[in-house]
Structure formats: C-alpha cells, structure tokens
C-alpha cells in the first residue's frame, strides 16, 4: 500500500484531475505515477473505475469516478483507492484491470445477428415506446464494472442483466431470446463470475442506475429458456 | 503527382450504383484467404471490422483501449442524421446531400457527400435492426429532431447517447464475430507503423500496451479508422486517449495528409474552470433546438442571469440569423460566441461564456419533456459544474471538437498509399471545411458498413496476395523506427512531464490557430511549436520502461507526434489565403463579419505530403468541382 498527500486540490477538480495533478508531481520527483484506466472523462466510456473508501466510483448516485468532483470531499480527508476486486478482473497494474471477460460474454450472445445490409425499414416494425424507452435504460450501461466490485460475490448479473434486458423489450431481439439467455450466463459461470443471491449492492452502485429488475428479467428469460432447451436441429442461418 | 478521386463520371444520383457494379467482387470462397487489418474499434472501425468479418474475410482489428467498447464514438451526444423524410417536411436525399455541400461551405467533393447521403437511409435500418434504442413517438415510430444548419427534421436520437448506442449495435456485431472466429481482436495494442512493402500497405507494427512488445502484423489491406487530431490542442471534447499516432506515421510513409487546418470548433460546450483541467465536455448540439442563447446587453454585466430582464439580455443568434436562429452551423454560432465575449458580454467567472436558457422551453413545454429530451445532459452538467439547468441558464463556450482534416483518400476510401484505406473523422472526405451536427455519427457508419466492404473487395481482387516474413526490410525497417522512438523518449531524462508539453502546445494552437487566424500569428505559432518540440525531445521525463504498463511512455508517443502534426495544421492553414468553414482568416471576412471565401483560387483540396524529417511538406492540389451545388456565400439568415 502507498500513501500520499495531495495539498492545494481545488473543489471544482475532478477525482482524476486531482489524480493527475499527483502524477504529475510524483513524475517530478522521480516516482512511479499511479497507473489508472480513464478516456472520455465524462460518464460514457465505462473505461475508469476504482474503489474509494470501499466504495465502487467513490458512492456517489450515478456519478463515475470520472464524474465525480473534489467538492464532495473535505480537507484532511483520507481516501483508500483500490481496484475492482474480482477474479474475473485481474489487476494488471495499481488500479487498472482486465475486463476482457465482459467482452467475452457479449460475444457468447449479447448481440442481434444481423449481418449488414439485411435490415428491413427502420419503421417496419413499429415499437411501443415504453418498450425503446426501457430497453434505453438497460442499454445505458457503460459496462465498467462497478456492480461485480460493488457486490459482496463478485456476480455479474447486473451487467448481463442489461444486455439480456435491452435486447428483451425490442422486437429485433425476440427471434435469439432465449438462445441470449442461455449463452451470456453460461459464459458470465465459466469467467468465474460469481452468483447473484439478492443482495443489491449492484443497483446501489451502478453509476448509471440500472435497475434490478433486469436480473429479474434475466433470470426469468434463463429459467423460460432452460425449461424449453431443445437441440438445434439444423445449424444454419446467420453463423 | 496528381490526385484523382476516382468518383464516376455521369449523373450524381447513379455514380455509386454505376461504381459498385464496377468494383471487382472477391469470391466468397477467397474471402478467408485474405487478412484485414482494421486500427480502430469505433463507429466506422468496429462497423468495419463486423462487416468484412460477416462477409468471410480474416479480420484482425486493434484498439488501444481496453475494450472496442471504448472508442470516443461512444460520447456523441445529440443524434444522427438520415434522409427518411419520415416527418414529410421536405427531406429527400438530395436535399442532405445539398445541406452538407453546403455546411461544409464548398470544400468537399460532390460525389463522396452525395453517397453519404444516399447510404443514410440504409444506416438507420442496420442499427435499429441491431437493436439500438432509438427514441419512438407513441405510435411506435421512429422519433426525429432538427440540427443546427438544417431546416428539416432528419436527426434520429436515443436520449442524449445517440453515439453510445450505436457504437454498442457496431460493438455487439463485432463481438459476435470475434466469438465466431471471424475476427480476432487486440485490445490494448496501440499501432506504431504502416508497412510499405513494393508501394504497397501490406500490414503494420504494434506495440502492446500492457507489457511493450512490439509485433508485426502482416495483411493484405490496412483500414485506419482511428479517429480524430483534436487533441492537438490538448482541450477539446476528445478523449484523453484519443491521438493522431496512427495516421501521423502512416503519412511518413507516404499517405497524404488533406486540410488538416479545417478544424471544427463546437459552440456549446462547458467553459474551462481551472489550469489543472483535463478536457472540455460537450453540451449536444440538440440542446440548441430548446434552448435560447444570450448575453446581457450591458458589457460587464455580473447580475445574477434571472435579474436580467427581457429587455437587457440579446439574443444575438437569433437576432443576426432570423431564419436559423440558434440553429445555424457550429462554426458560425462559435464565432458568434468569441466576438460577444471578445466585446465584453461573456458570462461566468472568466468572462469566457454564452448563456444557454431552458426557461422558455420549460414554461412552454413543461419541465417533464425537457426531462425527455435532455434529461441526462442536464444532469452531466449539473455534476460537473454543482449547478442546476432546470434553475438557472447553463454556462456554455466554444471548444474544439472535430476534425475534417486527415488522410486523403479517393473514392474508394483508399489513401495515396495503396492498400491503407482510412475511415471515419481519420480520413478528410465528406464534410468540407465544416461539419454539420449528427453528421459524424453518420459518416462513420457510412464508411464502415456500406462502403469499405465493396471498395476494398476491388483492391483486393486486383493486387497479387504475398506472404511476408519478419525479416523482410519494410517489416524490420518498421520495427527499427519503433523501437528507435520509443527508446530516444526513455532516453531523453529531462525535467518536465508529457502533459506540460503537450498542456502548452495546446495553448499555442488555440491561441493562433484556433477560431480566428492571422498570417502573422500562424508564422508565429509554427516558430513556437518547432522549439517546443525540440526542447521535448531533449527534456521530457518519461519514467519507467518499455516491458510494462507505462501511461507516459504512451502518452509521450502520441504528443510527440502532435507537435508535427500542429506544425503542418499552421502551415495549411497561412497557405489558405481565405476564409471557409471552422478555418477563419482575420484578412478575409465579410464587412457583417462571416467567412469569406476565394473561391477562384482555393476551391481545392490542400493534400500535403512528407518529403522527410526537417523539410518542408509537398503541397498537392485536388481540384473541386461543383456541378450541383453552386457555391454561394454562406447565409444562414
């Protein structure tokens, strides 16, 4: 563990501001800078992430790390920075990790299997508007992570669970529903993520404030597809 | 050497159909036999990337992120523009390709803008049958909204994270390809070099961002798709990876560099609040279609906004332009902003900032659909700045946002170099000298998944195959160039940090080649950026070494290059002796103030090419035609 003292932060810098600022003067000092992932700096890339004080993206309600801004802290405070703890997000250096398993479960079927240039008319199919707008809810997850170092088992059910949700509530999306369901939490067990059992930290930490009632959705997807589980009887199609 | 487009001859409206038919086609049983390679993981990387990958061809895509997920295509805000006409208040095909023609005040060519527009129709229908959430009326259809420099509704959205939701339909179809086999993905790998192997791009060096191994990637074609140089300036709404690296050496190796002076300043974005800051963040251009822009009449008016009256505050956008209102194109609503500050009107703390008012809109809509409509822009601004735009007007100024300068290519995307192909804000195609709103977004898609996988099929058909090894000398000569940079950046074990230099490159880009350039100042700020550069390279501190995660040995890369590049962006911009789109010259403007162009001498395409370390940069002409669009002095009142 390192600890340092960062004097002279203003309230209106951001967390990472505040930490680039200590880079640069442990640079100057000739010190290793703390290494942390970071891009848009603005809420949407899912890329920065880190816990502070135990708490995934600092606590705050839906606010990134990025996000967040030093005028919600006070002089003299002590902040312990850690990484997401998960063994399905290896550390690969200070506070950056590996979220390549996420990456792993969308490609095991969080997706619609339209190869490009088979689409119908955009208004062809027209779609409730309460169906877009809960789906746009499920799908403004950023896929940072935060819910798998926010939860006390390390699961990945809210994460999974928005993407199995997004795709739920749309037309496109019911043809692969069930095989969706199936594949993404088959993949999510073999990452070594762990299960859900309830507890709802996730949704607490979730700077984008998705809810729990996609696991809900999920799990009811995977049970449904469980029970009607049958045996392709011919592999063709968009593969 | 001379640039032809390779565009059709014939009548516009056919010139892609008649194109397509003429492309050689690569039977579906050879696609597999050719490797791609695709840098960049965005909007057009990524569509890229799923489409070759559907269509049977190798694919390996790379991306420094940690995730294709990642790209900046992601933060896009407001929207993306299509010709659906679905709102029948007069959109058509032609009517988009004429606003873009037009927005991008005669400076891009006709027959690439016309495509763009034809294609937008078919981008819609990929990403909604992908399953992108677009915004729905209660009927069950497609929602529209309007964009500055149009006067139709063509802007289809998702909330305000239209670019987040279809770069995620571009990232779910690439990612069902990985998991298919047809594409195989580097992430974390940051590319470093093209290889030029007989004139031709035959694959490229990468350095890995995790542990610093440098490996070469051999491919039949090369697709740069790597975003924009807006970071030049350091502040803009780029992301803090974002950079020029890819397309910066692909020019040393001989791919001509167009334009790069057009850059495009974005009229709403949240003022800067401190030295330590680290980026700009974008308030979507949608927010102008509510929201009402203005300044106390009075210069120097520090009252609380809601104790000016009516009568004391100007509406300047809507009092100069009646017709477009606050809905005139970024560079003229930017500008707009400067010389209201510039004489003394400016808002905020710094005196640097417009309002942008909600109160009419709240009172005559009701704060619920305000709440629709914006409701996550509102909330972004009132984290960043602790306050609240239901309450009080939000703060807003001009920051650099886009880039409609980078590599030139023709008609089939491809660049001087055959084989390297560049898609999206890399290339300079479609917008001119000025980008309009939710027209990024589009042009991205367009070049990734309807255009890339015809024209490249043709490249493909047509070249000799050839297996490579390491040791061949393009491939070793690539490494050798790598390995040199980054071992004279540990080497040099100077004093100041990569982002002080790069903190002050930025201000001098701003401050002589950002909204408003003089000869005089342009001279200036190319003597300025030569010593800074060289001082980086004698003493710049880059601590740490090549084998492992190393942030500033990344950083330090790309800025290095952006001194270059800022050098060439001031030398087309003092060679451009006019005023057109987000390029400003102070001796050339209207007696009202707007850009004036020369269209008798500059109505051509700036392509520059590197002639080696030190020497000037070739200039090569590509002569513009308008056939259609004829060009007129820009009035949006």
New interface residues.
């Given amino acids: 563990m390192f600890r340092y003292e960062v004097p002279g932060v203003?309230e209106?810098?951001?967390f990472?501001?505040?930490l680039?600022?200590l880079n640069?003067r442990l640079?100057?000092k000739?010190?290793?800078?703390i290494?942390f992932?970071?891009?848009?700096?603005?809420?949407?890339?899912?890329?920065c992430g880190m816990m502070i004080n135990g708490k995934a993206h600092g606590g705050f309600k839906?606010?990134t790390v990025c996000?967040l801004?030093m005028?919600h802290f006070k002089d003299g405070d002590e902040l312990y920075l850690e990484p997401w703890r998960a063994a399905a997000f290896p550390v690969?250096?200070d506070l950056?990790v590996?979220?390549?398993s996420?990456?792993?479960i969308?490609?095991?079927g969080?997706?619609?299997?339209?190869?490009?240039?088979?689409?119908?008319?955009?208004?062809a199919?027209?779609?409730?508007?309460l169906d877009?707008?809960l789906?746009?809810d499920a799908?403004?997850c950023?896929?940072c992570g935060a819910c798998v170092a926010a939860c006390p088992n390390s699961a990945a059910a809210l994460f999974v669970g928005a993407k199995i949700s997004?795709?739920a509530?749309?037309p496109?999306?019911q043809p692969e529903r069930d095989r969706r369901a199936l594949a993404m939490i088959r993949q999510m067990n073999r990452e070594g993520f762990a299960n859900c059992s309830n507890i709802g930290e996730c949704e607490a930490a979730c700077p984008k404030e998705i809810k729990l009632e996609v696991i809900a959705q999920s799990n009811a997807d995977y049970i449904k597809a469980a029970f009607t589980e049958r045996p392709e009887t011919a592999i063709g199609g968009a593969? | 050497m001379e640039l032809t487009s390779n565009a059709p001859a014939g009548p516009i409206e056919k010139s892609w159909e008649t194109h397509k038919f003429g492309l050689k086609l690569v039977n579906p049983a050879n696609k597999r036999k050719h490797k791609i390679i695709v840098v960049g993981s965005g909007l057009a990387g990524g569509a890229a990337a799923a489409s070759l990958g559907e269509l049977g061809y190798n694919v390996h895509c790379f991306c420094f992120q940690d995730s294709p997920r990642r790209a900046h295509s992601i933060a896009a805000q407001g929207g993306i523009n299509a010709a659906k006409n679905y709102h029948n208040d007069g959109d058509s095909v032609y009517r988009l390709f004429y606003d873009t023609v037009k927005g991008g005040d005669f400076r891009s060519r006709e027959a690439n803008v016309y495509r763009l527009a034809q294609v937008s129709v078919n981008i819609i229908d990929q990403c909604v049958a992908q399953g992108v959430p677009f915004a729905r009326e209660y009927g069950g259809l497609l929602d529209n909204r309007s964009f500055g420099g149009a006067q139709v509704s063509r802007t289809f959205y998702a909330r305000g994270q239209t670019g987040q939701q279809l770069l995620l339909g571009a990232y779910q179809a690439l990612e069902r390809q990985i998991g298919l086999g047809a594409v195989k993905m580097y992430p974390r790998t940051e590319m470093l070099d093209v290889i030029v192997s007989d004139g031709k791009a035959r694959g490229i060096v990468t350095r890995s961002l995790t542990d610093g191994k440098v490996d070469v990637h051999f491919g039949d074609a090369v697709v740069l798709a790597t975003g924009g140089y807006g970071n030049v300036y350091y502040l803009s709404t780029n992301a803090k990876g974002c950079n020029a690296t890819a397309i910066w050496r692909a020019y040393k190796r001989g791919a001509l560099l167009a334009n790069p002076c057009y850059t495009q300043i974005h009229p709403t974005c949240i003022p800067v609040a401190g030295d330590y800051q680290s980026k700009l963040t974008l308030m979507s251009e949608s927010l102008r279609n509510d929201g009402r822009i203005w300044v106390p009449q009075q210069p120097g008016d520090k009252r609380n906004p809601a104790s000016i009256p009516e009568g004391e505050r100007d509406y300047y956008l809507e009092r100069r332009y009646p017709s477009f209102g606050n809905l005139v194109p970024r560079d003229i609503a930017s500008r707009a902003a400067k010389a209201e500050c510039d004489a003394g009107h400016g808002v905020g703390p710094t005196g640097l900032g417009v309002y942008l008012d909600f109160s009419d809109a709240i009172k005559r809509l009701g704060k619920h659909k305000i709440a629709e409509r914006y409701g996550n822009l509102f909330e972004m601004y009132d984290r960043i700045t602790g306050e609240n735009p239901y309450e009080v007007p939000m703060r807003i100024y001009p920051a650099i946002h886009y880039t409609m300068g980078g590599l030139w290519v023709d008609y089939n995307l491809m660049s001087t170099i055959p084989g390297l192909f560049v898609l999206g804000e890399a290339n300079f195609s479609d917008h001119g000298a000025n980008r309009l709103g939710a027209s990024a977004l589009m042009q991205g898609l367009a070049d990734g998944y309807f255009i890339i996988p015809y024209t490249i099929g043709n490249y493909l058909a047509n070249t000799k195959s050839e297996t490579y090894s390491e040791d061949a000398p393009a491939a070793k000569d690539a490494v050798a160039n790598v390995t040199a940079i980054t071992q004279k950046l540990l080497n040099a074990n100077g004093k100041r940090t990569v982002d002080s230099y790069h903190r002050e490159l930025g201000k001098i880009v701003w401050e002589y080649c950002g909204m408003a350039r003089n000869a005089a100042g342009l001279k200036k700020a190319i003597g300025m950026i030569d010593e800074l550069r060289e001082d980086f390279w004698k003493n710049v501190r880059v601590l740490g070494a090549n084998e492992e995660f190393n942030q500033s040995l990344e950083k330090a890369g790309r800025v290095a290059d952006f001194f270059e590049l800022g050098e060439l962006m001031c030398l087309d911009a003092l060679n451009r002796n006019e005023s057109c789109g987000g390029h400003f010259r102070e001796e050339y403007q209207t007696p009202e103030g707007e850009a004036l162009r020369d269209d008798a001498n500059f109505s051509y395409v700036a392509a520059w090419g590197f002639q080696g370390q030190g020497r000037p940069p070739s200039l090569t002409k590509e002569p513009l035609a308008f056939n259609y669009v004829k060009p007129s002095q820009r009035s949006y009142k």
């Fill in positions: 203003n209106h810098m951001s990472l501001e505040m680039d600022v640069e640079i100057e000739g010190e290793d800078p290494a992932d970071h891009d848009c700096r603005e809420g949407i890339c899912g890329m839906g606010t996000q801004h005028r690969i250096k950056a590996n979220r390549s996420f990456d792993r969308i490609a095991a969080g997706f619609i299997s339209v190869p490009t240039g088979s689409a119908p008319d955009g208004n199919i027209p779609v409730r508007k877009a707008d789906a746009m799908a403004a950023i896929g997004h795709l509530h749309l496109q999306g593969g």
